[in-house]
């Protein structure tokens, strides 16, 4: 059911974000060197590494850390990376992972390739038996603010807790927080 689910909604939002999409993109392109996209290899369902696209929100030599562990993140920024950060806009291209099922539209957020830290708290909380999501409980109990042993112990909660309902319930607040823009930092 969850997967039927995910399928739907991300063809839905696929086709409502493609002419969006397509504007970002030019945008991105025409205000930073480098692809459009940036494909981060971040860590799924069983530990199994997969690729994620991005839009490119950060300069092309911005050192491959996640955004909290850089000195200053603001400083690689591209001209409009504050803006489809803050937006949650630099996240559509995820829609394609979903649809091939390496994530879901809620989970847990994907942990970079070399988070170990995060990565070894949620394997013994068996958070990594569960798709990583578009969004996730965590994401909306406070997103980049969080440290990491918070945001694995409400993964751990929405893996005891998931069902359908809760899955909707994640992903109203998802559109009341981004609207909002509560919890960036960066």
């Known amino acids: 059911m969850k997967r039927v689910f995910d399928l739907l909604m991300s063809l839905i939002a696929a086709v409502i974000f493609f002419i969006p999409l397509c504007l970002l993109a030019i945008v991105v392109k025409a205000t930073s060197k480098g692809p459009v996209l940036y494909w981060s290899d971040r860590v799924g369902r069983g530990n199994r590494i997969f690729s994620m696209p991005k839009l490119r929100t950060m300069r092309v030599d911005t050192p491959v ?24 806009l630099d996240e559509i291209p995820q ?16 942990a970079l390739f070399n988070q170990q830290n995060l990565i070894d ?4 909380q068996n958070v990594h038996l569960i798709r990583p999501g578009l969004t996730g409980w965590a994401q909306i109990n406070g997103r980049d603010e969080l440290p990491i042993p918070e945001k694995v112990k409400l993964d ?31």
């Open 121 to 124: 708290l949620r394997t013994a």
């Open 65 to 88: 850390v996640a955004t909290h562990l850089l000195a200053d993140p603001k400083t690689f920024l591209t001209p409009v990376g504050g803006f489809l950060r803050k937006s949650s």
């Open 95 to 110: 829609l394609w992972c979903i649809i091939c099922g390496d994530m879901s539209v809620v989970g847990p957020r994907p």
């Open 156 to 186: 751990a909660e929405y893996l005891r807790l998931q069902s359908f309902t809760f899955d909707i319930k994640v992903i109203m607040l998802t559109a009341l927080k981004v609207v909002r823009r509560d919890g960036i930092v960066h």
